[in-house]
């Protein structure tokens, strides 16, 4: 009788952690979390704002991600970005924007799966001193990320 009992608890307990351990498998195998290359190179007085031309499936409420590996830039110099939907409408909801200067691996919070769902976005970027003199950069993108960053 004890032996049934242990047996049948068990079995539930076995079950229940199945169902708990697949969704959380689930979710995290659902994250758009792979890393797609991106670069820009901006010519001397293209004023306005600029996009990652790349639209990625936003499936999950953690920030993007980008990472800055190669920057032109001089002392001083930052670079403003943001979540974006396919008609680059800001998805920050309130949320500032990230500002950085440099290489380096940055996390942008935004709204954006909380307003959109599970829809396609990108990342927008604005350097003020593009008026001024050419500007580039490149590195890596995901619209979802697995950890938080500077």
């Given amino acids: 009788m004890l032996k049934n009992k242990f047996a049948k608890k068990l079995a539930a307990s076995m079950l229940v952690l199945g169902v708990v351990s697949g969704a959380i498998l689930t979710n995290v195998k659902a994250a758009n979390t792979a890393d797609h290359y991106w670069q820009f190179y901006k010519e001397l007085g ?52 990230k500002t950085v200067s440099g290489n380096g691996q940055y996390s942008i919070h935004s709204n954006a799966y909380e307003t959109i769902g599970n829809s396609p976005v990108t990342i927008g970027f604005y350097a003020p001193y593009r008026n001024f003199r050419s500007w580039s950069a490149s590195g890596v993108w995901s619209p979802d990320s697995t950890r938080n960053y500077n």
């Fill in 46 to 97: 293209n004023a306005g704002n600029h996009y990652i031309p790349e639209l990625r499936s936003k499936t999950n409420t953690t920030p993007a991600y980008v990472k800055i590996s190669y920057w032109e830039g001089k002392s001083g110099d930052y670079v403003q970005m943001w979540v974006v939907d396919q008609d680059h409408n800001s998805l920050q909801g309130g949320i500032p924007v």
